[in-house]
């Protein structure tokens, strides 16, 4: 009886990890379209006023009141050294959760949840660019129609926020 | 899955109750470490106690436990059942005190996830001869049976029963008929109407709860009372339930006959309520504390003497323990109702011309006292007493003291001032190092160097918390030798603790500092209880982490004063809102000194670029925010802008803003750790319309300021 219990909640389990799974929150800006699984995906939010912090990274745009919950948002497209650009109605926040960290990421505009199967994503090429900064968060691109999607590794970008943000204190201290 | 689940909870509710039952002992016991000996209603309350918690480690299977909760039950059994004299009742609380560590320090390990291992043989053994000595002095008397004795105990509480001159003495015998069905519960009854108003009372048969059987003597003999108290004859009749009793006798008595009456019941079998005796060691603690009103040992026995019944119980406050998280959720909650509240009142929808509203008024100014009010409570909430606090320090002189041989008093004042349970648990670790200070360093080691300087032999510490201005102080104060600043400067100097400068140069204030840098003790030799070293500087830091300070006073062989100053809660500040270029920023009220309007005649500019305001002849650093943090849209020009005085630990500084906004009462939420730690700023809080504004932190702008210079 238990054993037959414990195999149906498994597969409960397993069916609501495969309803995530492949599934990606594609969002647009500039010309190129990036995606991050859904399972990272807390909710998405209509532009709000956010509160500058000084005397941080530009791209962090700084701080967002979400029901009472403090969260840093940053600007996706500054962050990925492109040119700022204005906000507009199609602006949106994607609130992440990775790891019980939160954040949001303020993207041009969102497209759509795409399937991706695993065995079209390709690991980005490497030319020899290492240096090439947003390579580190891409760790995929998927071929989905005739558009290619950057594919972002959420737990890489918190990971390597804190890392430099370590770095910073450490240079600052000597 | 279940049956886990049921351990776990189970594990949580035995830790929470031995947790909570063991504080309740140690402040029997501590309160009661003075006197000769307990009295009845602390017996029955200290064996209730360790028989709880030897049953409920029992069903958890933590044999040490409960095997030395069981010895200890044992001992109070005998002292209940027996009312042995001549008990060592310092050697009783150090018994009681071993058990109730013992049990903390296994209850600890639980909480930590590990077995319970500690040896329990010592402790039980140590019980063990401890009650065969009790028992063996009392056959050394000559006195075989313990039950012998019974009434002896009772006997002395008679020495001293507190007749005032409108007392008045009955005895009164109530003859149930014949066919009552349980007369023992309605002699009960009796006696607990009666408990009321007495100021002593005393029965036969004494069993008539524990023995069905006293029924039965009830119904043959009668039932006889003695009664002490103040009310008239008929008002004590009245009290009296008399369906059911056939005849109630009912005889006034003199001074005199009560006391031959008294003699009478004695030989009885008589056995009194606790009444006489807990009044009796009323008013001995009355007189020995007199002379310091506002003790704490006078506080707990204010209640008058028609409330002793209650007071005997065991104080159960109607208290829940409540999750703090989901305590944290109401208050975002709340804060978001707040929010949702003004959107509601302001919305621009309302604001169409010709709008009647006059209604709409009055619900929504109703509304917004409702919440006002919800909002404060849910802030109280979060204060507690620093009552377990200070008994915590009750526990440590007295500990403390015994080992080292010192005679010492500890007075508390102002237990009962409440702070943010998160500052409780801070301060707990830094009071109970500035108290085991004070008892080892503070106090003279012999009571003949406290006498020779005029001082009483006793030594006195007094542990005083109060509230002022939106801070709390704690301040441990010791008569004993106080600070040698020779001492300390010349320990600073061998140290290398400081630079070489005279110590003329320096300030008492200063000098008394250096206690607190790492590495220095003042004591030579490393005692049990502090003078490693490392006490001070972990005191400072650990205040210093949540916005307190320590101040040090002292007065060579008077004492010394230790006072913690911290703010009252960390979750909710007063704040002013200003705002600069377009961002809103909090500065906590308590530091703002002034706001100013200056000409831009008292501005110095310095070649290097760094401004300082002269006012008033004085000279302050200048800061504008609008440029350190590089903020658009601002005020640059100081006579539009309004300059604001701020102070921090004596050093001021002047912060240009563009206007100020509001004051509010401001809740401080953490910057999320993503965004790293900016200077000058120690928070974020919401405002009333939802948006966010960042706390300014006037030490952090103070230090980024003078590295900059």
Same mark, same amino acid.
């Given at each position: 009886m238990a054993e ?12 609501e990890?495969?309803?995530?799974k492949?599934k990606?929150m594609t969002f ?5 379209f ?5 399972s ?6 209509a ?5 500058a ?8 745009k ?10 840093p948002v940053?600007?996706v497209r500054?962050r990925?050294?492109?040119?700022p650009s ?6 949106c926040i994607?609130v992440?959760d ?18 991706i199967?695993?065995d079209?994503?390709v690991?980005?090429p ?12 891409v760790?995929?691109l998927?071929?989905?129609?005739d ?7 959420p737990?890489?970008?918190i990971r390597q ?5 370590v770095m910073?204190?450490i240079?600052?201290?000597? | 899955?279940?049956e886990e ?5 189970m594990?949580?509710m035995?830790?929470y109750?031995?947790?909570?039952l063991?504080?309740?002992l ?9 006197a000769?000996c307990f ?6 309350e200290i064996f209730r106690?360790?028989?709880t ?5 029992g069903v958890?299977m933590?044999?040490?436990?409960? %095997? *030395? ?5 044992? &001992?109070?059994y005998? @002292?209940r059942?027996?009312h042995?004299? #001549?008990? !060592?009742?310092?050697e009783?609380?150090e %018994? *009681?005190l071993?058990?109730?560590?013992f &049990?903390?320090g296994? @209850?600890d390990k639980?909480?930590?996830? #590990?077995? !319970?291992?500690g040896?329990e043989?010592?402790? *039980? ?8 000595r009790l028992?063996g002095?009392i056959?050394?008397q ?6 012998a004795?019974?009434?002896e105990?009772?006997k002395?509480?008679?020495?001293t029963p ?11 015998s109530?003859?149930?008929?014949s066919?009552?069905?349980m007369?023992n519960?309605?002699?009960y009854?009796a ?6 108003v007495?100021?002593?009372l ?5 069993d ?19 009664l002490q108290?103040?009310s ?7 009290l009296?339930d008399?369906?059911?009793?056939e005849?109630?006798?009912f ?6 006959e009560?006391?031959k009456?008294l003699?009478e019941f004695?030989?009885?079998d008589a056995?009194?309520i ?6 009796k060691?009323?008013e ?10 506002g ?15 209650a007071?005997?119980q065991?104080k159960q406050?109607?208290i829940?323990?409540?999750?703090v998280?989901?305590m944290?959720a109401?208050?975002d909650?709340?804060g978001e109702l707040?929010i ?5 009142l ?7 011309p010709?709008?009647?509203l ?14 006002t009010?919800?909002q404060?409570v849910?802030?109280s ?7 377990n ?13 015994r080992?080292?041989?010192?005679d010492i ?5 102002g ?7 998160n500052?409780i648990?801070?301060?707990?670790d830094p ?7 004070s008892?080892?360093?503070g106090?003279?080691e012999?009571a003949?160097?406290r006498t020779?300087?005029?001082k009483?032999?006793?030594?006195k510490?007094?542990l005083e918390a ?5 801070k709390?102080?704690i301040?441990?104060?010791?008569d004993?030798k106080?600070?040698?600043k020779?001492?300390l400067?010349?320990k600073?100097i ?5 630079e070489?400068?005279?110590?003329s140069?320096f ?7 250096f ?14 209880y502090?003078?490693?070293g490392?006490?001070?500087d972990v ?11 320590l101040d040090?006073e002292?007065?060579?062989?008077e004492?010394s004063?230790m006072t913690?100053?911290?703010p009252l809660?960390?979750?909710?500040i007063?704040?002013i809102?200003v705002?600069v270029?377009?961002s ?5 009220t ?12 008292s501005?110095?500019h310095?070649?290097?670029?760094e401004?300082?305001i002269?006012?008033?002849g004085?000279?302050y650093p200048?800061?504008?925010l ?7 849209d ?16 004596g050093s001021?500084?002047?912060?240009l803003i ?6 509010q009462?401001?809740v401080?939420?953490?910057?999320p750790?993503?965004?790293k730690?900016v200077k000058?700023?120690?928070?974020c ?13 006037i030490?952090?702008l103070?230090i980024?300021d003078?590295?900059?210079?």
């Amino acid at each position: 009886m238990a054993e037959e219990l414990k195999n149906e909640e498994m597969e409960e389990l397993l069916e609501e990890e495969d309803s995530q799974k492949g599934k990606f929150m594609t969002f647009q800006t500039g010309k190129e379209f990036f995606g991050i699984s859904i399972s990272y995906v807390n909710e998405i939010i209509a532009m709000q006023p956010i509160a500058a912090i000084p005397e941080v990274d530009d791209y962090i745009k700084g701080l967002i009141n979400l029901r009472g919950k403090i969260i840093p948002v940053i600007d996706v497209r500054v962050r990925f050294k492109m040119e700022p650009s204005e906000y507009t109605d199609r602006t949106c926040i994607i609130v992440i959760d990775v790891n019980s960290t939160m954040i949001g990421l303020i993207v041009e505009k969102i497209a759509e949840v795409d399937t991706i199967a695993d065995d079209s994503i390709v690991p980005p090429p490497s030319l020899g660019r290492k240096e090439h900064e947003h390579n580190k968060y891409v760790y995929g691109l998927a071929r989905t129609g005739d558009a290619v999607k950057l594919l972002l590794d959420p737990e890489k970008l918190i990971r390597q926020e804190e890392i430099e943000a370590v770095m910073e204190d450490i240079r600052k201290e000597d | 899955m279940a049956e886990e689940f049921n351990t776990e909870s189970m594990l949580d509710m035995f830790l929470y109750e031995s947790g909570q039952l063991l504080e309740k002992l140690e402040g029997i016991i501590l309160e009661k470490q003075d006197a000769d000996c307990f009295d009845d209603s602390d017996i029955n309350e200290i064996f209730r106690v360790m028989h709880t918690i030897k049953g409920s480690s029992g069903v958890l299977m933590y044999e040490n436990i409960t %095997k *030395v909760t069981h010895k200890l039950e044992d &001992v109070f059994y005998y @002292l209940r059942e027996s009312h042995p004299d #001549d008990v !060592p009742h310092m050697e009783l609380v150090e %018994k *009681v005190l071993a058990v109730s560590d013992f &049990v903390t320090g296994e @209850l600890d390990k639980l909480k930590n996830g #590990d077995t !319970p291992d500690g040896d329990e043989h010592q402790l *039980v053994e140590d019980l063990d001869e401890f009650l065969g000595r009790l028992k063996g002095e009392i056959k050394k008397q000559g006195i075989q049976m313990p039950q012998a004795n019974k009434h002896e105990e009772p006997k002395q509480f008679y020495i001293t029963p507190v007749a005032g001159d409108d007392s008045h003495f009955y005895r009164i015998s109530i003859h149930y008929r014949s066919d009552t069905q349980m007369s023992n519960i309605r002699a009960y009854s009796a006696t607990y109407a009666l408990k009321e108003v007495a100021e002593d009372l005393l029965y036969t048969p004494d069993d008539i709860l524990s023995n069905e059987a006293s029924g039965d003597v009830i119904l043959a003999e009668g039932f006889h009372m003695l009664l002490q108290t103040k009310s008239s004859k008929e008002e004590v009749i009245a009290l009296i339930d008399s369906s059911e009793a056939e005849e109630i006798n009912f005889d006034e008595l003199t001074k005199g006959e009560y006391g031959k009456a008294l003699a009478e019941f004695g030989r009885e079998d008589a056995v009194t309520i606790d009444l006489g005796e807990e009044d009796k060691a009323e008013e001995k603690d009355k007189k020995k504390d007199k002379p310091q009103p506002g003790d704490y040992v006078v506080k707990t026995k204010e209640a008058g003497k028609g409330k002793t019944l209650a007071k005997n119980q065991p104080k159960q406050q109607s208290i829940i323990s409540v999750n703090v998280e989901k305590m944290d959720a109401l208050m975002d909650l709340i804060g978001e109702l707040v929010i949702a509240e003004a959107v509601v009142l302001q919305n621009p929808d309302l604001k169409v011309p010709g709008l009647e509203l006059s209604n709409f008024q009055k619900a929504s100014g109703q509304l917004s006292k409702i919440t006002t009010e919800l909002q404060e409570v849910i802030m109280s909430m979060r204060m507690m007493p620093l009552t377990n606090v200070f008994q915590k320090m009750k526990r440590i002189v007295f500990d403390v003291s015994r080992k080292l041989d010192k005679d010492i008093e500890l007075e508390v004042i102002g237990e009962n001032t409440e702070v943010d349970k998160n500052i409780i648990e801070h301060i707990t670790d830094p009071l109970m190092h500035l108290v085991r200070n004070s008892v080892d360093h503070g106090i003279e080691e012999n009571a003949e160097d406290r006498t020779t300087l005029g001082k009483p032999a006793k030594g006195k510490i007094t542990l005083e918390a109060k509230n002022e201005g939106g801070k709390v102080y704690i301040s441990v104060k010791d008569d004993g030798k106080g600070l040698n600043k020779e001492k300390l400067y010349q320990k600073a100097i061998d140290k290398g603790l400081i630079e070489n400068k005279l110590i003329s140069e320096f300030t008492d204030k200063e000098i008394f500092r250096f206690i607190t840098l790492p590495g220095f003790s003042t004591k030579e030799e490393v005692t049990e209880y502090s003078g490693r070293g490392v006490g001070m500087d972990v005191v400072v830091k650990n205040i210093q982490s949540i916005g307190g300070r320590l101040d040090i006073e002292s007065v060579e062989f008077e004492g010394s004063e230790m006072t913690l100053i911290i703010p009252l809660t960390l979750a909710i500040i007063n704040g002013i809102v200003v705002q600069v270029g377009n961002s809103p920023f909090v500065i906590e009220t308590a530091s703002i000194k002034e706001f100013v309007r200056v000409g831009e005649d008292s501005l110095i500019h310095e070649p290097s670029g760094e401004e300082y305001i002269v006012l008033r002849g004085e000279c302050y650093p200048f800061i504008r925010l609008n440029e350190r943090y590089d903020l658009a849209d601002s005020i640059s020009n100081v006579e539009e802008g309004i300059v604001v005085v701020l102070e921090h630990e004596g050093s001021q500084v002047c912060v240009l803003i563009d206007k100020l906004l509001q004051e509010q009462e401001i809740v401080v939420k953490p910057i999320p750790p993503y965004v790293k730690k900016v200077k000058g700023l120690s928070g974020c809080t919401q405002l009333g319309d939802g948006s966010i504004a960042l706390i300014l932190d006037i030490a952090g702008l103070l230090i980024q300021d003078g590295e900059r210079r």
